[in-house]
């Protein structure tokens, strides 16, 4: 039998109370990680001037799920991407994996180049200093060579490999589904 008093069950209680109160200071770091910097739709507002045209879908065909494979150095199983239009320039908003979670970046690519790259949604413990222009704005005029390597090197940040990985490979990403929309014209 639990006994209350100096010498019984308030400790038990105690236990109870501060397992419970721990349980409920967690619940907001469940989620803390995840880190919007800029809503997507917002961004496309800001890309756009505030009159964003409607989305268009570009097929991903077998051929292309093997490049974009080789880009992403995984397997890529998507039919379908949806991108942006507008005076001679793409927009992609784009996920990969950083160590365990998607990043969400925003990509701009005009004349066949790189012109923005903006992390919208970091969702990793670690790392999220790619997301700041000393990072990004070493991206800015790059293109893709033959091989769909980029034409400039991309310093990375130390305890942040992969996240740089992740950024690399979506701005290689973006470069390529580009020149397919394009060329397809």
């Known amino acids: 039998m639990w006994m209350r008093g100096k010498h019984g069950g308030g400790s038990v209680a105690r236990i109870g109370r501060t397992i419970l109160l721990s349980a409920f200071l967690l619940i907001p770091f469940a989620d803390a990680r995840a880190q919007t910097f800029q809503e997507p739709d917002a961004f496309l507002a800001e890309t756009f001037a505030q009159t ?6 570009v097929d991903i065909t077998p051929e292309m799920q093997r490049d974009i494979g080789r880009i992403l150095r995984r397997t ?5 991407l949806r991108y942006w239009r507008d005076a001679g320039r793409t927009v992609w908003i784009l996920e990969e994996i950083g160590r365990y979670r998607p990043i969400t970046v925003g990509l701009v690519v005009s004349g066949g180049a790189i012109d923005t790259i903006r992390v919208l949604i970091y969702r990793e413990s670690h790392g999220w200093e790619v997301r700041h ?3 990004t704005n070493q991206f800015k005029g790059l293109t893709l060579d033959e091989q769909s390597n980029l034409t400039g090197r991309i310093d990375g940040i130390s305890g942040a490999t992969l996240s740089v990985n992740a950024l690399r490979n979506l701005a290689r990403l973006a470069l390529y589904l580009d020149r397919a929309v394009t060329t397809s014209r």
């Not at 964003?52 to 879908?57: A, F, N, S, T």
């Not at 890529?76 to 379908?80: D, G, L």
């Open 52 to 57: 964003v045209p409607e989305p268009q879908l």
């Open 76 to 80: 890529y199983r998507a039919q379908r």
């Open 133 to 135: 222009d000393f990072f």
